[in-house]
């Protein structure tokens, strides 16, 4: 599966339409990290927590949107972008979407 935020993919011509696929996840603070993240303000670096919990949910919301794109029998989404919304204190959704298309 080619993924890009092109508009199409570079050296390809799209054949197939398909439309819009997504894929999301909602994911919420742990009470550890929360902790560690308030001390690491006081002195400052990288909050590794919530880097590892944002780099799994962009992981689980791609494969579902690859898992969608293939059932529509797609090779390649493009134009994709990723959006993030407060769902409750705590907790977030990551949404990504693109357009599914087959590409040769």
Do not use: C, W
């Not at 199409?8 to 742990?30: D, I, M, Q, Y």
């Not at 550890?32 to 949910?57: C, P």
């Not at 204190?89 to 693109?98: H, P, R, V």
């Amino acid at each position: 599966m080619i993924l890009t935020n092109l508009e199409n993919v570079p050296g390809k011509k799209t054949v197939e339409h398909f439309g819009l696929v997504s894929g999301s996840t909602v994911r919420a603070k742990h009470i550890g990290k929360d902790i560690a993240a308030g001390l690491k303000n006081i002195v400052g670096g990288e909050l590794r927590g919530y880097t590892e919990l944002l780099q799994e949910a962009r992981h689980e919301s791609v494969g579902r949107m690859m898992k969608e794109a293939e059932r529509m029998g797609a090779n390649a989404v493009v134009n994709i972008r990723f959006a993030t919304s407060s769902v409750t204190q705590g907790a977030s959704e990551l949404f990504i979407y693109g357009t599914a298309v087959r590409v040769e």
